[in-house]
């Protein structure tokens, strides 16, 4: 069975750090790019940003870029989203998605269950 696993939400003041983790088991992780994927309260799915199945290559949302750092380790079958700077408007639902294919725009086939982030005073 396909599982993703998010960990490390919490509550940040503004300017502070977050480390997600995204714990992937049941499927062979170094073969699939991976993304996340937030939902503000209130509001719709937004796509933050996309690793390639090497993590040579990735992308993001401009609202985050050279804020936020996706990386992957492929031998622990995990993916990290490194968000720096953070502001209230990055509050919500972060999701970890695997994609079919191992880069580029692709069908989304398994969510996490979300990790949930609070920037506030």
């Known amino acids: 069975e396909v599982q993703l696993v998010e960990s490390g939400g919490g509550l940040v003041q503004p300017g502070g750090s977050l480390r997600l983790s995204c714990a992937a088991s049941?499927?062979?992780?170094?073969?699939?790019?991976m993304n996340w994927v937030r939902q503000a309260p209130g509001k719709g799915l937004e796509w933050v940003s996309s690793?390639?199945?090497?993590?040579?290559?990735?992308n993001y949302v401009d609202s985050v870029k050279g804020r936020f750092t996706i990386t992957r380790d492929n031998a622990k079958n995990t993916l990290y989203l490194q968000m720096n700077v953070l502001k209230p408007e990055d509050t919500g639902v972060y999701y970890c998605?695997?994609?079919?294919?191992?880069?580029?725009?692709?069908?989304?086939?398994?969510w996490g269950q979300g990790t949930q982030i609070a920037v506030s005073s």
């Open positions: 998605v695997k994609q079919r294919g191992r880069a580029g725009a692709g069908t989304y086939e398994k």
């Open positions: 049941g499927f062979n992780f170094k073969n699939y790019a």
């Open positions: 690793i390639n199945n090497g993590g040579g290559s990735t």
